[in-house]
């Protein structure tokens, strides 16, 4: 191993720096820092290979970036002269694609106010009041929506709804709602929203055990999936150690 370390010099402190830094923003398995450190450039490449290299795919994420930006800006000017409901409705989805959820809701409160009679608007603009903290906002629109599609989103709209609801103090119906929705998703997103509210009602078994159902998931999911997830896996297993105990 030594000699092949040797060979790959100064190539393996580069190795590792690669690794190391896609190690940070990526967030894996723990076990993988210890093999990028202990194993060196050997390690690093390993890791490179199992880890970084299935990622090469997320650049095309990145070019979608600079393309969405641009028709952004597009669409920012085509309003001056059109302020239509489809040219703010295709802005407010930009923006959700771009993370940038506060001039999402605005333009999806544009196209509505424009005289948009679908549902996807209202829907949009409650699942921006949802992700900004302000679920009183989202109530309207989450039941304007469920009450129309009760599938829609494939049963995202009536998880978000019962989180809304929790999140106001309606813990009668947001528990009526969280198990009709659960019943018909497999949603890791609405399992750890019930879950954060059985563990606030003080149900810790019961919470425990929706947490186990979103990482039990995990080893039987292909790699693309479990990079996808990740971000819930993480929020999962937090929200396993910050529950007691004992039940």
Same mark, same amino acid.
């Given at each position: 191993?030594?000699s092949?370390?040797h060979?790959?010099?100064?190539w393996g402190?580069?190795?590792? %720096?690669?690794?190391?830094?896609?190690?940070i923003?990526r967030?894996?398995?723990?076990?993988?820092?210890?093999?990028?450190?202990?194993?060196?450039?050997? %390690?690093?490449?390993?890791?490179l290979?199992?880890?970084?290299?299935p990622?090469?795919?997320?650049?095309g994420?990145t070019v979608?970036?600079?393309?969405?930006?641009?028709r952004?800006? *597009?669409l920012?000017i *085509?309003?001056h002269?059109n302020p239509?409901?489809?040219?703010?409705?295709?802005l407010?989805?930009?923006?959700?694609?771009?993370?940038?959820?506060?001039?999402?809701?605005a333009?999806?409160?544009?196209?509505?106010?424009?005289?948009?009679?679908?549902i996807d608007p209202f829907?949009?603009?409650?699942?921006?009041s949802?992700l900004? %903290?302000?679920?009183? *906002?989202?109530?309207?629109?989450?039941?304007?929506?469920?009450?129309?599609?009760?599938?829609?989103?494939?049963?995202?709209?009536? %998880?978000?709804?019962?989180?809304a609801?929790?999140?106001t103090g309606?813990s009668?119906?947001?528990?009526?709602?969280f198990r009709? *929705?659960?019943?018909?998703?497999?949603s890791?997103?609405?399992?750890?929203?019930?879950?954060?509210f059985?563990a606030h009602?003080?149900?810790?078994a019961?919470?425990?055990a929706?947490?186990?159902?979103?990482?039990?998931?995990?080893?039987?999911?292909?790699?693309y999936?479990?990079?996808r997830?990740?971000?819930?896996?993480?929020?999962?297993?937090?929200?396993?150690?910050?529950?007691p105990?004992?039940?």
């Open positions: 191993m030594g092949f370390g060979l790959l010099y100064p402190f580069l190795f590792q %720096g690669l690794a190391i830094v896609h190690f923003r967030r894996p398995d723990t076990f993988w820092i210890w093999v990028i450190l202990f194993l060196g450039p050997i %390690g690093a490449i390993i890791y290979v199992a880890e970084a290299l990622d090469i795919g997320l650049l994420n979608k970036g600079f393309s969405r930006r641009s952004i800006n *597009a920012k *085509a309003i002269d239509s409901v489809g040219n703010y409705e295709e407010g989805d930009l923006y959700m694609d771009d993370g940038k959820i506060p001039q999402a809701r333009s999806y409160q544009n196209a509505i106010q424009a005289g948009a009679t679908a829907y949009h603009r409650g699942v921006c949802v900004l %903290g302000d679920a009183a *906002a989202a109530l309207p629109d989450l039941e304007l929506t469920v009450s129309k599609y009760p599938n829609h989103d494939f049963y995202r709209a009536a %998880g978000l709804l019962a989180q609801c929790a999140q309606q009668a119906r947001a528990d009526a709602l009709e *929705a659960t019943d018909r998703s497999t890791s997103e609405t399992y750890l929203n019930y879950a954060e059985l009602q003080g149900r810790t019961e919470a425990r929706w947490i186990q159902r979103v990482l039990d998931k995990r080893p039987g999911m292909p790699g999936l479990r990079r997830e990740r971000p819930r896996f993480r929020r999962a297993k937090k929200l396993l150690k910050s529950l105990t004992s039940a």
